[in-house]
């Protein structure tokens, strides 16, 4: 997994880019009417029901913005929220809280849509030993804010990107020749690039699964689109030799039964693809 250092950086590049982009040579509507020291303050209002996410980020973009600005939190990352809860005040020159105000609204109604999301499978989770993992189905250039939505909703987050983990599909092991032959090629690569990363490998069935086990070195087996009775049957069979995670449109009607399964892991694409913002707007107190 990448490093704390490494995830702000990518934070730190989102915001850079998302004003770039929204502003250019400047935001030319509170230019032509807002005095330039005129002072004011806005809440962030909540006009649905979920887990709040991105506080911290508002907090992060008001900074880059105008170092002046202060926030006044007054509900945290990872708390639910109702209609007319106020998360939290902003206040100092009007013309950046509204230089600010899009981007903070945009990045926190999303985060807090894929927060609440992985806080309902997390809880479909509860007590069954299994946790929830989030995928790299996300938004391009803004993986780093989804991924940070999962962890405020109790999920935990699978490898970032490409770099941080290697993942051996159905794809690498067919192109490379077979399971054999693609978990002995990269056990050389990782050798001769002195790289220490876990090897996560997809199994297809039973009899992959066999052959997964038979190879050293794989940290977990991935079993993709297995049903209930197999699932079963695999995690028997690993009997604790690797982790074990379940994947593939497994829903919230699925979540469960393949918990009981024993799996150490579900992953799920929905939590980061397949969620309706949560509404939100910054209004002027």
């Not at 909540?46 to 508002?58: C, H, P, R, S």
């Not at 600010?100 to 809880?123: C, G, H, P, W």
């Not at 050798?191 to 220490?196: A, I, S, V």
Request: glycine residues 8%.
């Amino acid at each position: 997994m990448i490093s704390k250092e490494q995830f702000q950086k990518e934070i730190d590049l989102i915001i850079t880019n998302a004003i770039r982009e929204d502003v250019g040579d400047g935001d030319h509507s509170s230019l032509a009417c807002i005095p330039e020291n005129a002072s004011g303050k806005a809440k962030l209002l909540v006009k649905d029901t979920g887990i709040i996410a991105g506080v911290e980020l508002a907090r992060q973009v008001f900074a880059y913005v105008d170092k002046e600005l202060e926030m006044e939190v007054r509900i945290v990352d990872g708390e639910k929220v109702n209609f007319g809860d106020i998360v939290f005040y902003v206040s100092g020159r009007s013309r950046s809280i509204l230089l600010a105000e899009r981007l903070v609204l945009n990045a926190m109604q999303r985060m807090s849509a894929i927060a609440t999301k992985t806080r309902y499978f997390a809880d479909l989770l509860e007590g069954t030993g299994t946790q929830i993992l989030d995928t790299r189905k996300t938004t391009p250039g803004i993986r780093a804010l989804e991924k940070w939505a999962v962890k405020i909703g109790g999920g935990e987050n699978h490898r970032f990107a490409l770099y941080d983990m290697i993942m051996l599909k159905d794809n690498h092991i067919d192109f490379a020749g077979g399971i054999r032959e693609a978990i002995r090629k990269t056990g050389l690569y990782l050798d001769e690039k002195k790289r220490d990363l876990k090897i996560i490998v997809e199994a297809r069935n039973l009899d992959e699964v066999k052959q997964i086990l038979a190879e050293e070195g794989v940290y977990r087996i991935l079993l993709d689109n297995f049903s209930y009775e197999d699932t079963r049957k695999a995690v028997r069979i690993i009997a604790g030799k690797c982790q074990t995670e379940s994947s593939g449109g497994i829903n919230e009607n699925t979540i469960a039964k393949y918990a009981d399964c024993g799996v150490d892991y579900i992953s799920s694409g929905a939590l980061t693809h397949s969620v309706y913002n949560m509404d939100l707007s910054l209004k002027a107190v």
